[in-house]
């Protein structure tokens, strides 16, 4: 009897440290499974991006500046560290600047028209949508794995996730919180 009681003793204790050591280890894998899921969707807009300036350059001979300017965005938000504030900084601005080319769209008639650039703006449309549903994942993932590691007992594990603490939110940009002014779009 002494023997049995020795042993849950020992037992309840090592599998609850067990448990709690895994927890950790699911949420630091489901943060960074979110992770590549911005990471793909990003890579789907990078390829969009490209095809729908080839397009929209057939009609729009003026909007040279808002071309380079995409492109150069296009760039750095490829190349920025995953996970970083400078990645996330470069697709808000990316994703600003593709808005501003969308808009400039709705001004060449012919081009709002033409069937690939229809499709190409619907496609750019979904992954965007596609975009933000990842970028709410990871952020949902993100405080999962902080709240675990930062509340006792979890927090005896912390050391495990040390990279992952150090990953930012996707927070919406100062441009997104202002204001819509509809003037410009009229």
């Not at 003793?9 to 499974?33: D, F, H, M, Q």
């Not at 994942?137 to 993100?142: K, T, V």
Request: net charge negative; charged share 20%.
């Amino acid at each position: 009897m002494e023997l049995i009681v020795l042993a849950v003793i020992i037992c309840v204790p090592a599998l609850w440290l067990y448990s709690l050591y895994t927890g950790v280890i699911r949420n630091k894998n489901s943060v960074r499974e979110a992770l590549s899921g911005i990471d793909v969707q990003l890579k789907k807009r990078h390829d969009l991006v490209p095809n729908i300036l080839t397009i929209a350059k057939k009609f729009m001979t003026h909007e040279k500046e808002i071309f380079t300017r995409v492109t150069e965005l296009r760039t750095q938000a490829m190349n920025a560290p995953s996970g970083s504030k400078a990645k996330f900084a470069a697709e808000g601005l990316l994703d600003n600047m593709m808005s501003q080319l969308l808009v400039s769209v709705e001004n060449y008639p012919e081009l709002k028209s033409d069937a690939t650039m229809t499709q190409a703006m619907q496609t750019y449309n979904e992954v965007e949508e596609h975009i933000a549903a990842a970028r709410r994942f990871y952020n949902s993932a993100l405080t999962q794995l902080r709240n675990s590691v930062m509340i006792f007992p979890g927090s005896l594990f912390a050391g495990l996730a040390t990279e992952e603490m150090q990953y930012s939110y996707f927070e919406a940009t100062e441009a997104d919180r202002a204001a819509v002014d509809a003037s410009k779009y009229l």
